[in-house]
Nanobody, 130 residues
């Protein structure tokens, strides 16, 4: 049984940084893609970033390009990080980690609704405010 758990959310001031962690359990091998999604109140869920098991298989949503970085722990293959810099109030949302035996698509439309991933965490709140 696959389990996913996010951590690292919290309150941060505009311009600040935060690192989220996603820990997965249950994948027999480490060949899976992991994605970060976020959903703000009254808005649709949107993809933030995705990282696959192959080198270079990384995708970023347009709104976070150049500010966020997704990575995998080289030693602990079951941990995926989301490094968030230059945060703005528009980044306030619940951030979800999702994973499945997939390659990260290079087109945003494939992430729509998150249907590509069967396994999801409970989410962690990120609030950017003074």
């Amino acid at each position: 049984q696959v389990q996913i758990m996010e951590s690292g959310g919290g309150l941060v001031q505009p311009g600040g940084s935060l690192r989220l962690s996603c820990t997965t359990r249950g994948f027999v091998e480490h060949y899976y893609g992991a994605a970060w999604f976020r959903q703000a109140p009254g808005k649709e869920r949107e993809v933030v970033a995705c990282i696959g098991s192959a080198d270079g298989n990384i995708f970023y949503g347009e709104s976070v390009k150049g500010r966020f970085t997704v990575s995998r722990d080289n030693a602990k293959k079951d941990i995926v990080y989301l490094h968030m810099n230059s945060l703005t109030p528009e980044d306030t949302a619940v951030y979800y980690c999702a994973a499945d035996k997939v390659v990260c698509p290079s087109t945003a439309s494939y992430y729509s609704g998150g249907a590509l991933f069967d396994h999801w965490g409970q989410g962690t709140q990120v609030t950017v405010s003074e």
